[in-house]
């Protein structure tokens, strides 16, 4: 995903269409984590673990990250993976 948001961003920018990607880690909606894993405070504790920011994003937090992707803020955000992962990185 990242190889093709890279190659696709640059194929079409000077069309003047932006791509990038959100590598997103884990969000706190019950869509994607259902209550029975959220709910279990030593599940929870264990997906948190390796989060710097100590907790699940919040489906909010996402959302405005989009939002400014798709924003005349970002124009110049072309061909990027943005990071939303509250720090957390694979090791």
Not at 5 to 27: L, M, W
Not at 43 to 65: C, D, F, Q, Y
Request: proline share 9%; net charge negative.
């Amino acid at each position: 995903m990242n190889g093709l948001t890279k190659a696709v961003g640059r194929e079409v920018a000077r069309d003047g269409i932006q791509v990038n990607a959100i590598a997103q880690n884990y969000v706190e909606n019950p869509t994607y984590f259902p209550p029975p894993l959220t709910g279990d405070p030593e599940k929870l504790a264990r997906m948190v673990k390796n989060i710097p920011a100590g907790r699940l994003a919040r489906s909010e937090e996402s959302a405005r990250l989009a939002v400014y992707l798709a924003s005349e803020d970002a124009d110049f955000f072309i061909g990027q993976v943005v990071p939303f992962a509250g720090g957390w990185v694979t090791p």
